[in-house]
């Protein structure tokens, strides 16, 4: 039985990410937004319909919601869902950044079947082609990462947990050692997270050759003897067609069967043809599909990847005195006078 999914706002990452995503996948759904003339005009276009309050009602047959309004609207979007009693048997997906609504929001976490953070970028499909090459070089250890033109740092240091194996158990409270926010022209961050040295360069560039991510890795016996792939994506036709390795195309089953799915989802649906947001939708997929048995919320190592990426942005240095990074950011937040 296919999924009954919700979608909460209807603005340009609802329209060109959340919906194909959700498209692809099967889901029958319905959108509420408090533009209702809009969803008319729109429903011509898309196969959606139209929810006119979050009551139980209109709730009652829901499976997951995805809120992609302004984040000064999710308390109040998130207690109403609450108050319909329908939360325990409902995920609840909630757009980035949270920056001080964190607080606000994460005591209704235990309301829902399950309430996720939308870091898609975590679910990055090219950090299971990074993940299969470190598997694959078991004599050899990763020791550096670079990031060439591949994104901002509040998704990316999500990005990196998750390659690292690092986004369980708050695990980013110990790993990382030390950072730099450098603003140089050819390096913006320096980072060492456990053993493993991070460069990142500067905001993503989607259609640039010199968007990529390299890897670097050390044999565990003759320290000398490094090996280092360089990994992008690949778009045959403009549709996304896997990924290359240091210049050859990549072959992976699994990857393939994605592949072959999001082409022929390419045809059937209205996808937006910009590489950004093919991107993004494969992302989003990952995502969903991961939560569809994972029941465990990320609001925790989500926003202690967020809150760094902000100090770190803020204060330019970074440095692990094993400070509880989210005590830290809301002794901020009050001297702003935020909370």
Request: aromatic share 16%; charged share 25%.
């Amino acid at each position: 039985m296919n999924k009954k999914s919700l979608i909460i706002g209807f603005g340009n990452r609802a329209k060109e990410v959340v919906f194909p995503a959700l498209e692809i996948l099967g889901h029958k759904i319905f959108i509420y937004s408090r533009n209702l003339n809009k969803l008319k005009t729109l429903k011509d276009s898309y196969n959606f319909e139209i929810i006119y309050d979050l009551n139980k009602e209109y709730l009652q047959n829901i499976d997951q919601i995805f809120i992609c309004t302004k984040n000064n609207s999710y308390e109040n979007i998130i207690k109403k869902i609450c108050n319909t009693g329908l939360a325990p048997k409902i995920t609840l997906f909630i757009d980035t950044p949270l920056l001080f609504h964190f607080f606000k929001i994460n005591k209704f976490k235990n309301n829902f079947k399950n309430l996720v953070i939308s870091e898609d970028e975590t679910f990055d499909l090219i950090n299971q082609v990074i993940k299969n090459l470190i598997n694959e070089n078991h004599s050899f250890k990763l020791f550096k990462i670079n990031l060439n033109y591949y994104g901002l740092l509040i998704h990316s240091i999500s990005q990196i947990m998750n390659i690292l194996n690092l986004n369980k158990n708050n695990l980013i409270e110990n790993k990382i050692r030390y950072a730099f926010c450098l603003n140089l022209n050819k390096l913006k961050y320096f980072l060492k997270i456990a053993n493993v040295k991070i460069f990142f360069n500067y905001e993503r560039e989607w259609l640039s050759d010199k968007s990529n991510i390299e890897i670097f890795l050390k044999s565990k016996e003759n320290k000398i003897e490094i090996k280092k792939y360089k990994i992008n994506y690949l778009f045959s036709d403009n549709i996304f067609d896997g990924f290359e390795v240091n210049g050859l195309k990549y072959k992976n089953k699994d990857l393939d069967q994605i592949k072959s799915n999001f082409r022929s989802s390419y045809g059937i649906f209205k996808l937006n043809s910009s590489y950004k947001y093919q991107i993004k939708i494969l992302n989003f997929i990952s995502m969903v599909n991961f939560y569809e048995f994972k029941k465990e919320s990320n609001i925790i190592n989500y926003i202690k990847c967020e809150y760094f990426a902000n100090i770190l942005n803020n204060m330019k240095l970074f440095i692990n005195f094993k400070i509880d990074l989210i005590k830290l950011r809301k002794i901020l937040y009050k001297l702003n006078k935020r909370i």
